[in-house]
């Protein structure tokens, strides 16, 4: 059974950075899809960042392209995810998902995933 847990937390000014992490572990082949999905407070949950596990393609949400990288070390079991000239509106709980089956075209969507940790908070804010 695969099990995720993120670290990362923080709070930043405007135009800060934070890395997340996810450590997983579990079956690999029942992660073959790893994401970064942020709550801000009264909304839907959305797709940030997505890896495939073999193989390493990636899709951004385009609120974050050219400001946050997912990246993976495939021997520690590791998902990070680094943000960059945070705004306010990147506040919010940051999930790590873990999904069966990388697919670039649903790679942002939550039915994709399976397997979630419990979050952690990012707030940006002056």
């Known amino acids: 059974q695969v099990h995720l847990v993120e670290s990362g937390e923080g709070s930043v000014q405007p135009g800060g950075s934070l890395r997340l992490s996810c450590a997983a572990s579990?079956?690999?082949?029942?992660?073959?899809?790893m994401g970064w999905f942020r709550q801000a407070s009264g909304k839907e949950r959305e797709g940030v960042a997505s890896i495939s596990t073999f193989g390493s393609s990636i899709v951004y949400a385009d609120s974050v392209k050219g400001r946050f990288t997912i990246s993976q070390d495939n021997y520690k079991n590791m998902v990070y995810l680094q943000m960059n000239s945070l705004q306010s509106e990147d506040s919010g709980m940051y999930y790590c998902?873990?999904?069966?089956?990388?697919?670039?075209?649903?790679?942002?969507?939550?039915?994709?995933?399976?397997?979630w940790g419990r979050g952690t908070q990012v707030t940006v804010s002056s």
């Open positions: 579990g079956n690999t082949e029942e992660r073959r899809a």
């Open positions: 998902a873990a999904g069966p089956l990388w697919i670039r075209q649903t790679a942002l969507e939550k039915d994709a995933y399976n397997v």
